[in-house]
């Protein structure tokens, strides 16, 4: 029987906040929550949503977003002195330059990409996330689907969480986003900006396909991690987090 998908945290200003650790790994063992939320762009977080996080038990903040998004849609927590903030810029094609440059041909090459063109970038973040025992790391993108997605399937899949329950958690994020992508879909209309429907989608296929990229080529997200650069430490670190 398929795990209920995790839920977006009720939040006014972010559509799809959600906590990594309500699913089951395969041993049927409970992962650890108020340690990773995976999340939406946070440029609109009101007060209340601030401090509901807070009161969740966020300590850190990792933006996967490009210098340019950042700047047009700033996080409420850059400047922060309550959370850290940290930003590592990976580039989606998509979002990271403003929907202007050449598309992806499908949304599971794009993430293959990150997997291969990112290792610095994922050792940092892997790296930051697992400095952070027992608090609660909140990473995030544009869409919370695309790099927010790979970098969740990563976490999941070192948790041993069952590939089905990945992909389902991939795949739910247009369902979660879609007043966002509407809206989106109306702007690029105005501005005569083609976008193929993919883009705004989030199709199973495209993370089994992620998946069975990750197992051909490295194995686990636990051997990806070890060959991009990250100790046994730092390994056992995040899986604590994860696991307990």
């Known amino acids: 029987m398929l795990q209920e998908t995790a839920k977006p945290l009720k939040l006014a200003g972010a559509y799809n906040v959600r906590d990594l650790g309500v699913y089951e790994n395969k041993k049927h063992h409970k992962l650890k929550e108020h340690q990773f939320l995976r999340a939406d762009s946070l440029n609109g977080l009101t007060r209340e949503d601030q401090e509901a996080l807070l009161s969740y038990g966020v300590k850190a903040v990792i933006d996967l977003r490009s210098e340019q998004e950042c700047k047009q849609a700033p996080c409420v927590w850059e400047n922060s002195d309550r959370v850290d903030y940290y930003t590592v810029s990976m580039l989606d094609e998509i979002n990271s330059n403003g929907l202007q440059g050449e598309m992806p041909e499908s949304m599971g090459g794009l993430y293959i990409d990150l997997l291969e063109n ?3 970038s994922y050792a940092r973040i892997f790296r930051t996330m697992a400095k952070y025992d027992g608090d609660c790391v909140i990473f995030n993108c544009t869409a919370g689907k695309d790099r927010t997605g790979v970098t969740a399937m ?3 899949d070192l948790a041993d969480v ?5 992909v389902k958690d991939y795949s739910v994020n247009e369902q979660y986003m879609k007043p966002v992508f509407d809206k989106q ?4 209309k105005q501005y005569g900006i083609n976008v193929p429907e993919y883009v705004l989608e989030s199709k ?3 993370m089994e396909k992620t998946l069975e990229y990750l197992r051909k080529n490295y194995g686990t997200a636990e051997d990806y991690l070890s060959k991009i650069g990250l100790t046994k430490q730092e390994i056992d670190a995040l899986k604590r987090k994860l696991c307990g």
């Open 185 to 188: 879909k109306e702007q690029m």
């Open 204 to 206: 199973a296929e495209e």
């Open 162 to 166: 069952e590939p089905e329950v990945i």
């Open 118 to 120: 990112g290792k610095k």
């Open 154 to 156: 990563l976490l999941l």
